[in-house]
């Protein structure tokens, strides 16, 4: 884990000492940005009212767009939300990891209302990352933890990029190095329970390829038949910078930041070689240099569709419409 002296004193090294002192702040109610294999969270309890509207007033998020709350293991999801067979075979096989299951929230459970803007259903996520996981096993808390980044802007995959984008009401910042997987979570919700239609859905493409998860379930996922945003990522506007961005570009105007992929070349690469996990990897760092650009457009170049390519396209797409 980085252990270099930070420019940002809000940024710590998330060695034991660092993990203990946002376990600390978490336990009373505090907000503490928090490193995932996908984004950097902004995370807080979510059994407490008052630590989730700290994560709403940080985020500047509009309080009708849920949370998604991180869970060390199954065990400690099943006593949330009702599990079925389906819900068991997913968490086998992709827990811990980058994918969220939208379930129904068990009566009495110890989550605060505005964690699921009035659904009755939560979305869950098992993460992989040591930090995270350290910091859930330590305080014994579930953990609401959005991307910690002002809501709508680009998401943030380093210390830094939440430090530039949440102002003071932010006091620490573990630093656990660059997000590995850099784009937020696969969610899938399961339906069919209690008399609902049955199958499956797909609310967010991520790094969990749909493809396996029909391939585990037997069945295609059911089309998205309405808008009601259900899990975080589904605002027509999100991950945006705040220059207008230009989709499938294949050269650049002089006032524009050019994002190559492949074989078109620019200003910043998400992959030379058009690996689509480096793409993703690559994807908010490269959009936060392009903001941070004097030039007064960002560009970007075609981004091949299919499996993680989808998942990139989708963030694009809410980012160009920012």
Known sequence: MPGSKPSDPRISPADPMGIARAVEMLRTGQV???????????????????????????????????????VPDLAAARTLVI????????????????????????????????????????????????????????SGLYLAAPSANRSGAISPTQAEHVAASLG?????????????????????????FEGAPAGWQLLRPGPVDPAAIEALLGEPPIPLADQRIEAPGQLASHYAPGKPLRLNALSAAPDEWLIGFGAVAGDDML????????????????????????????????????GMGDAINDRLARAAAG
């Open 271 to 306: 992959s030379a070689s058009g690996d689509m996990a480096e793409a993703a990897s690559n994807l908010y760092a490269a959009l936060h240099r392009a903001d941070a650009s004097a030039r007064a457009r960002i560009a970007i170049a075609p981004v091949p569709p299919g």
């Open 32 to 70: 503490v940005a928090l490193p995932t294999e996908t984004v950097y969270g902004l995370a807080a309890d979510a059994s407490r009212a008052d630590a989730v509207a700290a994560i709403y007033r940080t985020k500047g998020r509009p309080d009708f767009n849920p949370l998604i709350v991180h």
């Open 168 to 192: 003071a009401g932010l006091e620490l910042i573990l630093d656990g190095g660059a997000a590995k997987a850099g784009l937020e979570s696969t969610i899938v919700a399961l339906r069919n």
């Open 83 to 138: 599990f079925d067979e389906r819900a068991e075979n997913l968490a086998a096989a992709f827990w811990p990891g980058p994918l969220t299951l939208v379930l129904p929230l068990k009566q009495g459970a110890q989550i605060a209302p505005a964690v699921t803007a009035g659904l009755p259903t939560i979305a869950l996520r098992c993460p992989a990352h040591p930090v995270m996981r350290a910091v859930l096993q330590a």
